[in-house]
């Protein structure tokens, strides 16, 4: 930038920064630093996304400096930021240029708000959530507890108490719903002892026998080294689908060196119920149900799912992969409809199947893989309520009040649920299971 006009900025009382078009900061002025409360010219060159590698003190800066992801070439979008001293902005983005000249340019000050499509309340809607996860995004869980359903604030509830004590604790998921990230992530945000880091074992306890088991948990026995300051952490795959005498085997090498280890467990079903069932020991089914965290399949919870898809891509283009930069209604009309039977990890790899297939900022349709966007809501056969059902009475009322509200709203799925006081995600699926049943 030019002297007379880099002068002029650093007088402004007003904050202003640019990023290039690879989104690292190339600029920001004294407002701006006072601002963010921080006067480091090391700031420069930072990487304005959500997973850069940085100090600690560093993400939430550049999470908060990071340009809107929906913000268009040629475009401008008025938001409301929060630094990380507390202090709320009013701040102007503007996207200039193309390729490798892009930049885009923050200002702020008084702006004129220009009036509102729905489509663009959404947008903003779902770009505040974005913009509080990324504010907090090394917090309990990431992506996997990102969310605003209740099941996702107790997850990450529960994470947190988890994480703060280095106690044992089961962590209960059904196929594919992103435990072992969850266990990794608190490993890495967990208090540890001694100065060495804390190591993370990872136990395949179905694989297990007592050879083996010993030969995996000889580099843990090596780092504490009888130091009682120093701690391990054993990560145990799928506990309740392994032999109950290697649970006991690793119950034994905890106890000998006491407190430096914590345990942490993967189960497909409840402590309790393995246990009635003889899939867990006794003495396991002591250690592990006294914290039991239950992570809900990804069906349970459709409200996440936009919030979820957006942080993933938002990931994808800070790990420089693809062009997209946010998804069409349509796409996630499609996302919100399909079951997902492999939870967290089938939405991880279809984002990233749809981030490569891209073309263009935005994710369409055609992007996805093809069991997504060829998804029809099936009945195995057609229902037959006796006369005066309440359930199926209660069903056509409710699809009779959606389908008024959309004649309302001239067929517009956000302001019908809005109407409603539903969620978007239950409107669409509500629909397609009325098309699945009218089909048959």
């Not at 004129?112 to 990324?134: C, D, I, K, N």
């Not at 992530?185 to 395949?204: K, M, Q, T, W, Y």
Request: proline letters at 6%; a negative charge; glycine letters at 8%.
């Amino acid at each position: 930038m030019s002297r007379i006009l880099s002068r002029a900025l650093d007088s402004s009382p007003e904050v202003v920064w640019v990023l290039d078009a690879e989104r690292t900061l190339i600029y920001f002025n004294r407002a701006a630093a006072t601002w963010l409360g921080v006067a480091d010219e090391a700031l420069l060159g930072l990487r304005c996304q959500p997973d850069g590698e940085h100090p600690v003190r560093l993400p939430e800066v550049a999470a908060c400096l990071a340009a809107p992801a929906d913000l268009d070439a040629g475009g401008e979008l008025v938001l409301t930021l929060q630094s990380p001293t507390g202090v709320s902005r009013e701040v102007r983005f503007l996207r200039w240029g193309q390729g490798t000249g892009e930049l885009f340019l923050a200002m702020g000050g008084g702006h004129e708000v220009r009036p509102a499509t729905l489509e663009s309340v959404e947008r903003a809607h779902l770009r505040e959530q974005l913009s509080a996860w990324r504010r907090h995004r090394s917090s309990w869980g990431g992506v996997v507890a990102a969310g605003v359903s209740r099941a996702s604030a107790r997850l990450r509830g529960q994470l947190q108490i988890a994480a703060e004590a280095r106690h044992p604790f089961a962590i209960v998921e059904p196929r594919g719903c992103g435990g072992e990230l969850i266990a990794r992530r608190i490993h890495e945000r967990s208090p540890r002892g001694g100065e060495s880091a804390d190591p993370l074992i990872v136990v395949d306890m179905p694989l297990m026998d007592a050879e083996l088991l010993e030969a995996t948990l000889s580099p843990g026995a090596a780092h504490l080294g009888g130091d009682r300051a120093r701690t391990v952490t054993l990560l145990l795959r799928a506990v309740d689908e392994s032999p109950v005498q290697i649970q006991d085997l690793v119950l034994e090498f905890a106890h000998r060196v006491s407190t430096s280890v914590r345990l942490i467990g993967l189960f497909r079903s409840g402590v309790a119920t393995a246990f009635a069932t003889g899939e867990v020991s006794d003495a396991m089914s002591q250690v592990m149900a006294v914290t039991e965290i239950k992570v809900e399949p990804l069906a349970a919870r459709p409200e996440d799912i936009p919030l979820m898809a957006a942080a993933l891509v938002e990931q994808r283009r800070a790990m420089g992969q693809g062009l997209a930069e946010r998804i069409s209604r349509a796409a996630m009309d499609l996302l919100l409809l399909y079951p997902w039977p492999d939870n967290f990890e089938e939405l991880d790899a279809a984002i990233r199947h749809a981030v490569l297939a891209c073309r263009s900022a935005t994710i369409v349709p055609e992007d996805l893989p093809l069991a997504i966007r060829s998804f029809r809501v099936r009945l195995a056969q057609p229902p037959v309520p006796p006369e005066g059902n309440l359930d199926e009475s209660l069903r056509r009322f409710e699809l009779d009040k959606i389908r008024q509200s959309l004649e309302v709203a001239d067929g517009n799925r956000s302001e019908a649920a809005r109407r409603l006081g539903i969620s978007r995600a239950r409107l669409i699926r509500r629909l397609g299971e009325s098309e699945a049943q009218d089909s048959v």
